[in-house]
């Protein structure tokens, strides 16, 4: 397999964690979007990041799809990272929420970075999507006293929660205090200490145009 994507994208690195976790071998492209947006193009047509091109050739794009796949692959019993019943629809919305977050931070990194005047309207609406978001999930985590989420072993929803504030905190690191998101932020040093959350790490980089 292939991923293709940089792993300072939330949604690239969450893959590239879960790909780590189910011990399955992959080539990593570290491409970007836009640099290499070329390169992406021979298996992506939309030039998002992640992909994943499979032993077939095909290609899927979405991190949430990317993961429904790779969960299959190698089966209920590995998927260790998935859940069922009401974990699996809690994960599901946490973790849908936390990518959203991660969403916006992405559009308000690019407000700040391709526009020569940034729109105040648009970019105090992301950060307050981002800022009441986070409320909610540190609330979401503050209520379950377990390990991680759900019990004592990690899961897609954690992995998507670490992402996305490593992003944000980088990216963005003047923009929010994480004083105000302790959980979160405590949840994410955790993660960060993770052998597959460190084999997948890399600064920053902001986007350049070819």
Not at 33 to 58: H, S
Not at 86 to 92: A, E, I, T, V
Not at 116 to 131: G, T, Y
Request: proline fraction near 6%; glycine fraction near 4%; charged fraction near 25%.
């Amino acid at each position: 397999m292939i991923l293709i994507g940089q792993y300072d994208s939330p949604f690239v690195r969450r893959v590239a964690v879960a790909l780590k976790t189910y011990d399955l071998p992959y080539d990593h492209r570290p491409w970007s979007t836009f640099g290499d947006a070329d390169k992406v193009a021979q298996f992506n047509p939309l030039r998002r990041v992640p992909t994943l091109v499979l032993e077939d050739g095909a290609a899927v794009t979405d991190s949430a799809a990317i993961l429904a796949v790779v969960d299959d692959i190698v089966g209920p019993e590995q998927a260790r990272l998935q859940r069922t019943g009401k974990d699996g629809r809690d994960l599901q919305r946490i973790a849908g929420f936390a990518a959203g977050v991660a969403d916006k931070a992405v559009s308000l990194v690019y407000e700040h970075l391709l526009r020569e005047a940034a729109s105040p309207s648009w970019v105090e609406r992301c950060r307050l999507q981002i800022r009441e978001t986070l409320d909610l999930l540190e609330v979401e985590r503050q209520l379950r006293p377990t390990v991680w989420l759900f019990d004592a072993a990690l899961s897609h929803a954690d992995v998507m929660l670490a992402t996305m504030k490593g992003f944000i905190a980088e990216a963005l690191d003047k923009e929010f205090d994480w004083s105000r998101w302790p959980a979160l932020a405590a949840h994410a040093k955790a993660c960060e200490e993770l052998p597959v959350f460190r084999d997948a790490r890399q600064p920053f980089l902001k986007p350049v145009e070819s």
